[in-house]
């Protein structure tokens, strides 16, 4: 059974940096599309970062954090990271990893929520002005 498990819940002023983790488990995070996605109050979940690493690790980003954010992964942990940086109070949202072991560079791009199967519960960021 697949499991997400995310960590890194915080608050920080404009302009700081956050890190999430998530954590798989029973499946590998080395193979398919691990993704984050996050989802501020009153709006619809957006994508945010994307990686296909059997695809020569295909990294893809929302427009909207591309050069603030970086996601990486660390097989051996099986973790799945977002590396947030020059953050702006529209960042505020929660935070969901999301897992699709069946992947192509167009499920990639376009990072939509419907193309993800497993998803994790979710972790809170809030950044003030």
């Known amino acids: 059974q697949v499991q997400l498990a995310e960590s890194g819940v915080g608050s920080v002023q404009a302009g700081g940096s956050l890190r999430l983790s998530c954590a798989a488990s029973g499946y590998s995070v080395s193979g398919g599309c691990m993704a984050w996605f996050r989802q501020a109050a009153g709006k619809e979940r957006e994508g945010v970062a994307v990686v296909f690493r059997s695809y020569i690790n295909f990294k893809y980003y929302a427009d909207s954090v591309k050069g603030r954010f970086t996601i990486s992964q660390d097989n051996a942990e099986n973790i799945v990271s977002l590396q947030m940086n020059s953050l702006k109070p529209e960042d505020t949202a929660m935070y969901y990893c999301?897992?699709?072991?069946?992947?192509?560079?167009?499920?990639?791009?376009?990072?939509?929520?419907?193309?993800?199967?497993?998803w994790g519960q979710g972790t809170q960021v809030t950044v003030s002005s």
């Open positions: 999301a897992a699709r072991p069946i992947c192509s560079t167009s499920y990639a791009r376009n990072i939509k929520q419907a193309d993800f199967g497993f």
